[in-house]
């Protein structure tokens, strides 16, 4: 079992930047992938950002590659969404999520979740 916490959310002005924390339970976070989710009011939820079990490998929705940057620090047990030049329609609750098996663009691939936090960029 794994418990997600994430942090880091907030009110940005469109062009700032916000780093998001999900903290991870448990002694074996090494051996998930891990994502980031996000779902704005009246849609549905969406891939973020992935990365492998190593750190080796990510992966990127189009909207936020090239802002965005998933990293993660397996013995703090942490993965981390870095947000440069946020737009108002980045505006949404973000998730972290943690897979057994693969990260990947599909929810369902995804075992635990975290609560999630708020981001709300202003234009």
């Known amino acids: 079992q794994v418990q997600l916490v994430e942090s880091g959310g907030g009110l940005v002005q469109a062009g700032g930047s916000l780093r998001l924390s999900c903290a991870a339970s448990?002694?074996?976070?090494?051996?998930?992938?891990m994502g980031w989710f996000r779902q704005a009011p009246g849609k549905e939820r969406e891939f973020v950002a992935a990365?492998?079990?190593?750190?080796?490998?990510?992966y990127y929705a189009d909207s936020p590659k090239g802002r965005f940057t998933i990293s993660r620090e397996n013995a703090k047990n942490t993965v981390y969404l870095q947000m440069n030049s946020l737009k108002p329609e980045d505006t949404a609750v973000y998730y972290c999520?943690?897979?057994?098996?693969?990260?990947?663009?599909?929810?369902?691939?995804?075992?635990?979740w975290g609560q999630g936090t708020q981001v709300t960029v202003s234009s």
């Open positions: 999520a943690a897979s057994t098996v693969v990260a990947d663009v599909q929810p369902y691939e995804y075992d635990y």
């Open positions: 448990g002694r074996t976070f090494s051996s998930y992938a």
């Open positions: 990365i492998s079990w190593s750190g080796t490998n990510t």
